[in-house]
């Protein structure tokens, strides 16, 4: 057992199977004595479900993992070449390919028995959206064993504007629709408007500022729980070792136990046999000694 397959086999795991099966190998691990295997296992993290629908997708289809790998170099190259044409090309490629493996992520994952809904998909997206950016989060994508999706860092091609024009998950909540009445184009017009897109703007903002907090929030909790699973499950795992010695203990103690019964009682029934035996040659004894002071008498 190594650290490796290790993780192969939990990542592909459902994320609700994913603690328990932890627990499992650092037990079998402490049992087989390897403490710093066992405490590398228990330092795995649970994948959420985004990161989960990455892992498999990384599974089920590595060809299409080197396919982004390299669209993802020709998108870097054509950028840092500022190949227009090219680079408008491979935007194009990206969008197309990022949309069907979110696809391809969310329907494996129905598959797997873990249905996700559009906002997996959007996560899954954004991660695929860091392999083509990053060649650092390719490589972390390509071992199957993310805990958490990626993030695409700011100013790559494809990430921003064009990234909204991708086929993606529907908003959370639909944008709204504004009835402007028609109005002479003034100055005036025009600063109410930048008013009333920036106010908007600021709203927009808190919303997901307040979003990513809780997002954070609820993160730190399930670590917190996490932590105290994997203490328990080491806990569990001790106190199993204790348990399985003792048994042993008791096994040998009973085995030693009915050896020494069966031991007594053979030589039980040889003390009686002697006994009897020493009895016989005492009655003889004393009936040939009876016998010589009769004779002597007469």
């Known amino acids: 057992m190594d650290l490796e397959s290790v993780a192969d086999e939990l990542y592909a795991l459902p994320p609700g199977e994913f603690v328990a099966a932890r627990g499992r190998h650092v037990a079998a691990a402490r049992t087989a004595k390897e403490p710093a295997l066992a405490k590398e296992i228990a330092a795995l993290r649970r994948p959420t479900l985004a990161a989960w629908a990455g892992n498999l997708l990384v599974r089920a289809?590595?060809?299409?993992?080197?396919?982004?790998?390299?669209?993802?170099?020709?998108?870097?190259?054509?950028?840092?070449?500022?190949?227009?044409?090219?680079?408008?090309?491979?935007?194009?490629?990206?969008?197309?390919?990022?949309?069907?493996?979110?696809?391809?992520?969310?329907?494996?994952?129905?598959?797997?028995?873990?249905?996700?809904?559009?906002?997996?998909?959007?996560e899954v997206e954004g991660?695929?959206?860091?392999?083509?950016?990053?060649?650092?989060?390719?490589?972390?994508?390509?071992?199957?064993?993310?805990?958490?999706p990626l993030t695409a860092r700011t100013g790559f091609p494809g990430t921003g504007a064009a990234a909204a024009a991708a086929p993606a998950a529907r908003p959370a909540r639909p944008a709204r629709k504004r009835h402007l009445k028609a109005v002479p184009d003034s100055g005036k017009a025009r600063a109410e408007e930048l008013a009333r897109a920036r106010r908007e703007a600021k709203a927009a903002?808190?919303?997901?500022?307040?979003?990513?907090?809780?997002?954070?929030?609820?993160?730190?909790?399930?670590?917190?729980?996490e932590a105290?699973?994997?203490?328990?499950?080491?806990?569990?795992?001790?106190?199993?070792?204790?348990?399985?010695?003792?048994?042993?203990?008791?096994?040998?103690?009973?085995?030693?136990?009915a050896r020494a019964r069966r031991t007594l009682t053979g030589t039980a029934r040889a003390a009686r046999?002697?006994?009897?035996?020493?009895?016989?040659?005492?009655?003889?004894?004393?009936?040939?000694?009876?016998?010589?002071e009769t004779g002597e008498g007469a």
């Open 228 to 257: 105290r699973l994997t203490e328990a499950a080491d806990r569990v795992g001790e106190l199993t070792d204790r348990l399985r010695a003792a048994e042993k203990t008791e096994a040998e103690a009973r085995e030693a136990l």
């Open 127 to 148: 991660t695929l959206h860091a392999v083509l950016a990053d060649p650092d989060a390719a490589r972390a994508w390509a071992t199957g064993h993310l805990a958490k």
């Open 273 to 292: 046999e002697s006994r009897r035996a020493a009895d016989r040659a005492a009655a003889q004894v004393a009936g040939l000694e009876g016998g010589r």
């Open 61 to 122: 289809a590595p060809e299409q993992v080197d396919a982004l790998r390299r669209l993802g170099e020709g998108l870097r190259a054509a950028q840092e070449g500022l190949a227009g044409e090219e680079l408008r090309e491979l935007t194009r490629q990206r969008n197309v390919l990022v949309a069907e493996l979110a696809r391809e992520a969310r329907r494996l994952a129905a598959e797997a028995g873990q249905p996700v809904g559009d906002a997996v998909q959007h």
């Open 205 to 225: 903002e808190r919303e997901a500022r307040d979003r990513d907090k809780a997002r954070r929030r609820d993160e730190s909790r399930r670590d917190e729980a």
